[in-house]
């Protein structure tokens, strides 16, 4: 295996290729897809269409932020993302995160699964009157699942930077166009919102999507040029994506009013190719979770990544066909519940405890310096587990505040403190 590949070893200077302009690309092409729509789709009619486009502004910036820093840890160290949690929360510790990063890349991956065949079961309702719900669930998943066993990355990186991200520009344009230009924005934001969710519920909700890639971005930067070009890049590209697609699909919830589909809408309205373009993009996220699903747990067990691959496809494909889309949001709102707090720990290590510096040779070694207690940094779980038991206790006494920053707040500043009080 290269050395560039290995998880555990820092990628060398030489192979550093990554520009501002390459991550800015990445991320926005990640930040694209009916996946945010449908999300953004559950912020109104419960918002008034103001209220939720603060709350999509207020969550991006959030997220993007602490994405673009997450990212900034892979360029500093060279380390792919599991592989640098392991200064935080030791060699042995490391492994809680990693499977729970499959579990999440599990549930994406099924609603990426679910949300392409929603909408290509649409195209096909509309064009030629035939509807077969379950059969597009079952073809995607198998797409995405054959391009993960057989594993061009490279292929589908290219072709997405080079052609993939100027087709999607355009889809995503024609598809704003349309939905625009047909309604009239005065009278939706006009529109008094029914109730039901907080603005820090929104806040919650739309950093959750941002937060979601924490656990996988430092596998694209740590082949970054520099940290500041890899924060601008990733953090730009993924804001600009985010609100967009935020934006149109809380425009979409209150054009159909909950009577239609998200993609049968857009559709009806005249965006089938615009709808069918970002499908195909939609088509790489899918890849991306289940492929890096079987990474992260070939860190764990030794087994085949093509045969992992083979297994989790089959399971987000299931999981696709048996469970409704409407629970989704609790599935969003449990991720930052976990990943928010965690990764207050993990910045808080890297930039104000270890000031940046790691030693990369001591990465993998038993008994060496990140291996703590038996493997374990007690003090590393003990905030991370008071700050996931923080999020939950202001979602539920309250909520109007929003649980994302102040979980993620008090896991850095008791991890500071406990490793001051330490040394």
């Known amino acids: 295996m290269e050395t560039s590949y290995n998880p555990l070893v820092p990628v060398p200077a030489a192979q550093r290729a990554f520009a501002a302009r390459d991550a800015f690309a990445l991320w926005f092409s990640l930040g694209i897809g009916l996946l945010v729509l449908q999300a953004g789709a559950l912020l109104t009619p419960a918002l008034g269409l ?25 360029t500093d160290t060279g380390l792919a993302a599991m592989a640098s949690l392991r200064p935080a929360l030791g060699l042995r510790g490391a492994s809680i995160p990693a499977i729970l990063n499959v579990v999440q890349l599990v ?36 797409l995405a699942t054959a391009l993960a066993v057989g594993g061009p990355v490279s292929f589908v990186r290219r072709f997405l930077r080079q052609w993939g991200l100027w087709l999607i520009l355009a889809a995503a344009g024609w598809l704003t166009y349309v939905l625009v230009a047909r ?11 029914a109730g039901g969710l907080s603005f820090g519920g929104a806040i919650d909700l739309v950093v959750a999507m941002p937060l979601s890639w924490l656990p996988l971005i430092a596998d694209y930067t740590r082949f970054g040029r520099s940290s500041g070009a890899m924060f601008r890049g990733s953090a730009c590209g993924y804001f600009v994506a985010n609100v967009w697609f935020y934006g149109l699909g809380a425009i979409y919830a209150l054009v159909s009013g909950g009577e239609a589909s998200l993609a049968a809408t857009l559709a009806s309205a005249g965006a089938g190719l615009a709808l069918l373009l ?20 070939g860190t764990l067990v030794r087994i085949p990544i093509r045969g992992l691959a083979l297994g989790f496809g089959i399971v987000c494909t299931v999981i696709a066909l048996a469970v409704p889309l409407a629970q989704y949001q609790d ?89 001051r009080m330490r040394r």
């Open 107 to 142: 549930g994406w991956g099924a609603f990426e699964i679910v949300v392409m065949g929603d909408a290509a079961n649409a195209l096909a309702t509309t064009a030629f009157g035939w509807s077969h719900p379950m059969l597009w669930t079952v073809l995607f998943g198998a």
């Open 50 to 74: 103001g209220e939720a486009f603060a709350a999509i502004l207020c969550g991006s910036a959030l997220g993007v932020v602490l994405l673009a820093a997450a990212g900034v840890v892979g």
């Open 278 to 297: 970002i499908l195909l993009d939609e088509t790489d996220n899918a890849f991306a979770d289940i492929h890096s699903a079987a990474v992260s747990s």
């Open 183 to 193: 309604h009239d924005l005065a009278s939706l934001f006009a529109r008094p919102p």
């Open 331 to 419: 599935f969003l709102l449990l991720i930052g519940s976990v990943f928010a707090p965690l990764f207050g720990v993990v910045l808080a290590d890297h930039f104000f405890v270890r000031r940046r510096r790691i030693e990369t040779a001591e990465i993998d070694r038993a008994g060496g310096l990140y291996w703590f207690t038996g493997g374990w940094r007690l003090t590393g779980f003990g905030a991370w587990l008071i700050g996931i038991a923080t999020y939950h206790a202001v979602s539920r006494f309250a909520p109007d505040i929003g649980a994302t920053l102040p979980s993620l707040a008090i896991s850095a500043l008791l991890f500071v403190l406990a490793s």
